[in-house]
């Protein structure tokens, strides 16, 4: 079945730092979104990407899409303690979401 | 915005016992909801898709027969974790979409606050 890697499973940066996770797909995907959860909560929708190649912001996020619309990446600018979480990209394939493994960011202040 | 509530928020029950759960899209219909299943450190695990007016389609490894889908209205669908065992113990989500048409379409999920199952 279809299957969406996520890496690395864990990264502490110190406060200021940059992060980046990266999402695979062994499918192309229709669309792929990014979650953020922060402990003890739900996911929280952050962003989706639709097009082959597109690169989004949301300040010091940035977000990209591959050309084959296989993989993607999710990148932190000068990190903050207000970025603790676990960040899932979800690949959308026939109406449904599936979602890597997460990647756990925690920031040292 | 769109809103998704649960409840409950948290349970405890007996092994053997029957525990149900509600999704609630708050300020917008929702003609499908999604239950997925969360271990600790873990992902989100899609269990099943739910259908308003129809029965629900099951990931494949989970089990119908124990965890039963209700979609009874555009705004609430039910999980009912039957004959719960300790190994059902876990984060029950639920979501639903929502697009959201201003810059062009966008397909957002938006996620119930979960439900923690223990199951003693």
């Known amino acids: 079945g279809q299957q969406v890697m996520q890496i690395p499973q864990y990264q502490h940066v110190q406060e200021g730092e940059d992060f980046t996770t990266y999402c695979n797909s062994s499918t192309t995907l229709s669309n792929i979104q990014w979650y953020k959860q922060r402990p003890g909560g739900h996911p929280v929708f952050l962003i989706q990407l639709v097009k082959s190649g597109e690169v989004k912001k949301q300040k010091r996020l940035t977000f990209q899409f591959g050309e084959a619309k296989k993989n993607s990446s999710l990148h932190i600018t000068a990190t903050q303690t207000t970025d603790v979480g676990t960040y899932f990209c979800a690949g959308s394939k026939g109406g449904k979401l599936i979602f890597g493994q997460g990647t756990e960011l925690s920031v040292k202040p | 915005g769109a809103v998704v509530s649960q409840h409950p928020s948290w349970v405890i029950c007996k092994s053997g016992t029957s525990v149900k759960i509600e999704c609630r899209s708050l300020d917008f219909q929702a003609t499908t909801m999604f239950w997925y299943r969360q271990f600790p450190k873990q992902s989100l695990m899609l269990m099943a898709t739910?259908?308003?007016?129809?029965?629900?389609?099951?990931e494949q490894g989970v089990e119908k027969d124990k965890f039963l889908i209700n979609h009874a209205s555009l705004t609430l669908s039910t999980l009912t974790v039957t004959s719960a065992h300790p190994e059902d113990s876990s984060f029950y989500i639920c979501?639903?979409?929502?697009?959201?048409?201003?810059?062009?379409?966008?397909?957002?999920?938006?996620f119930g606050p979960g439900t923690r199952l223990t199951v003693t």
């Open positions: 739910s259908n308003e007016g129809s029965k629900a389609t099951y």
């Open positions: 979501s639903a979409p929502f697009v959201r048409l201003a810059g062009g379409p966008t397909y957002e999920q938006y």
